[in-house]
C-alpha cells in the first residue's frame, strides 16, 4: 500500500506561480511511477503529468506543457509540480497518484494508477 498526501494548494492570482508537493510513504519510492491529476468542478479528472521512478521520463498534457514542470526527490520521497502562468482554467483540485507501470502507459492510461491521494484545491482567480 501506498500513502500519499498532497500539500501546496490554495488561492492564486492569474498569471501566477504555485508548487504543489506530494509526500510518499509504504513502498520504496523510487520504484514508482508518480503523477499529477486535476479535476474541475462538472469536468472528468485530467492527466497532467507522471514522471518515471528515477525521475529520467516525464510526460505531459498538451493544456500544460511548457507551464508546470513535474519532478521527484526519491531521497526525500516526495514528488512536486511548479505550476507558472496560471490562468482560471486551472482552477480544480490536484491529485498526486503513483502506479508501478511506466510513466508513457499511464499518460495514455490515466486511471490506471494503482495509489491516489485526497486532493489539494488550487483556486486561480483574476
Known amino acids: 500500500q501506498v500513502h500519499l498526501v498532497e500539500s501546496g494548494g490554495g488561492l492564486v492570482q492569474t498569471g501566477g506561480s504555485l508548487k504543489l508537493s506530494c509526500a510518499a510513504s509504504?513502498?520504496?519510492?523510487?520504484?514508482?511511477?508518480m503523477g499529477w491529476f486535476r479535476q474541475a468542478p462538472g469536468k472528468e479528472r485530467e492527466f497532467l503529468s507522471t514522471?518515471?521512478?528515477?525521475?529520467?521520463?516525464?510526460y505531459y498534457a498538451d493544456s500544460v506543457k511548457g507551464r508546470f514542470t513535474i519532478s521527484r526527490d526519491n531521497a526525500k520521497n516526495t514528488v512536486t509540480l511548479q505550476m507558472n502562468s496560471l490562468e482560471s482554467e486551472d482552477t480544480a483540485i490536484y491529485y498526486c497518484?503513483?502506479?508501478?507501470?511506466?510513466?508513457?502507459?499511464?499518460?495514455?492510461?490515466?486511471?490506471?494508477?494503482?495509489?491516489w491521494g485526497k486532493g489539494t484545491l488550487v483556486t486561480v482567480s483574476s
Open positions: 509504504g513502498r520504496s519510492f523510487s520504484t514508482l511511477t
Open positions: 497518484a503513483a502506479g508501478l507501470l511506466s510513466a508513457r502507459y499511464y499518460s495514455t492510461y490515466p486511471r490506471a494508477m494503482d495509489y
Open positions: 514522471i518515471s521512478g528515477t525521475g529520467g521520463t516525464t
